[in-house]
């Protein structure tokens, strides 16, 4: 229970501490959405409209503690204003419009990337010095040296343009209407291999390599070894011996992957025209949209501090040693 309050302690500090910083940062920044709102439109707005638009966008003259505190006020309640760059939809809905299409993306692609990466470093690391570890190391060197935009535009001229097989760009054919049927998931679907490969080819090797070296390191400790001495089976003595405990450090590091995907890979989506959190953020930032990267900063920062939340929650109930060292503390 110490150590439940004690998690739960930091996790709150750290997120007042993102909220504190998201609420100062913009504002040490020259100018105000209003200003940047007239900008766009090159003098197409009277100078008049600028007192409206800054009441619009919640720019006030009030102290700086009041501003903080109606600012938490908002962000308790999912306002974070409106976008410039869609004005006048509010930012939350910018938003809930884009994540889905990036936990559908990302997600997709880091836990598959996940369980091949764990799953082909297990047998690496039990097939030590034959083929199969002589072989998926080094390709998967190979991939993860590529980085994923330069990956991304190579899937997409050899399979876009050059073959032809999959789509070049969005998320859904422009002539299909949203809804929940077979040809509209069949399509979104065709229009994700090529982005989640990318993400997918580019990140198995990291997995890979991590769960081979702490599979080689489990298997040479003394517990593994007098269960092999005993006649224990081969399957058992690498799943329940030795991958279940090599398998906790994967663990961390897939509660954090999850915790960045709401981050979405940024050039992928770019690169794709899909319009996933990483897309908005972009538009954002070439837009000076404070509004919205207010807004995408936030959730990208909380979804980051509640994996690595839930991730402490999971190892301290798997790993007591974990548990008895943050009560100690």
Do not use: C
């Not at 959190?277 to 509004?291: F, H, I, S």
């Not at 990208?300 to 994996?307: E, M, N, P």
């Amino acid at each position: 229970m110490r150590y439940f309050i004690q998690r739960l302690g930091f996790f709150v500090l750290s997120l007042m501490a993102a909220v504190s910083i998201n609420f100062f940062l913009p504002r040490l920044m020259p100018g105000n959405p209003a200003e940047a709102m007239i900008a766009r439109y090159q003098g197409r707005l009277s100078p008049m409209a600028l007192h409206s638009l800054e009441l619009q966008f919640g720019v006030t003259n009030q102290p700086i503690w009041q501003q903080f505190l109606s600012y938490l006020n908002n962000t308790f309640h999912g306002n974070f204003g409106l976008s410039i760059t869609y004005y006048p939809v509010p930012v939350m809905n910018v938003i809930a419009n884009s994540l889905p299409w990036t936990l559908g993306l990302a997600g997709t692609a880091t836990v598959i990337a996940t369980v091949a990466g764990v799953f082909l470093g297990v047998l690496a690391a039990w097939h030590r010095g034959g083929v199969i570890d002589s072989i998926l190391p080094l390709v998967t060197t190979f991939t993860s040296s590529i980085p994923y935009q330069w990956m991304a535009l190579l899937l997409l001229y050899v399979f876009g343009f050059t073959l032809g097989w999959f789509p070049t760009a969005h998320s859904y054919s422009t002539i299909l209407m949203p809804a929940w049927n077979g040809p509209f998931i069949v399509n979104v679907l065709y229009h994700a291999i090529l982005p989640a490969a990318t993400l997918i080819i580019t990140a198995i090797g990291g997995w890979l390599f991590g769960m081979r070296n702490n599979m080689i390191n489990i298997l040479g400790e003394d517990y593994v070894v007098f269960a092999e001495a005993k006649g224990v089976k081969d399957k058992r003595l690498m799943l329940t011996y030795a991958a279940r405990n090599a398998m906790l450090p994967s663990l961390t590091g897939f509660g954090m992957a999850l915790g960045f995907v709401v981050g979405g890979a940024v050039l992928v989506e770019n690169i794709f025209s899909y319009p996933g959190v990483g897309y908005q953020l972009v538009a954002a930032v070439t837009n000076e949209d404070y509004p919205l990267m207010q807004g995408l900063f936030l959730i990208i920062s909380f979804a980051v501090l509640l994996a690595n939340f839930i991730v402490e929650m999971l190892y301290g109930r798997l790993d007591p040693r974990v548990r008895k060292g943050g009560a100690n503390s």
